[in-house]
């Protein structure tokens, strides 16, 4: 099972949800991740991606990742503002910025979920040495 981004804000609002029972936190389509794509220039292989209702916590692990892939020349996220929901990322690659994107959003559930077998095998008594050897 993939652990994505989107889905750890959603499963965030949902605990908020259930630590303030009686408050009213907003879990409708509106808090829901969503996202704008806009060329720069005619080509495909510059982008930037508005992503509503994300931060840092995805913006730099998601550049870092853009970073590694060797398809991308150039990637850089920014919080416009801080009172303002929404995370902008320009990417450029030598192919299609969006497929870049896409690849690494998908390289960045895969570390996700590598992460939480990692944590969850030691804190159910699996040594370090079995999981380094597994990596």
Known sequence: MAFHPRDAFILHQEQIQRQNEGDEVDTSAEQKV????QRLTDTE??????????????GNPL????MQNPEVTSA??????PLEAKMLLHVQ?????????????????VICDQT????????????LEKIKEES
Do not use: N, Q, W
Request: net charge negative; proline share 2%.
């Open 93 to 109: 690659s030598t192919d299609y910025a969006v497929e870049a994107v896409a690849e690494g959003l998908e390289r960045l559930a």
């Open 45 to 58: 292989s510059t982008a930037t991606i508005t992503f509503s209702h994300e931060d840092h916590t995805l």
């Open 116 to 127: 939480m077998k990692s944590f969850d095998d030691c804190m159910h008594g699996t040594s």
């Open 63 to 66: 550049r870092h990742v853009l």
């Open 34 to 37: 969503h996202i704008d794509l």
């Open 76 to 81: 850089g996220y920014a919080i416009p503002h």
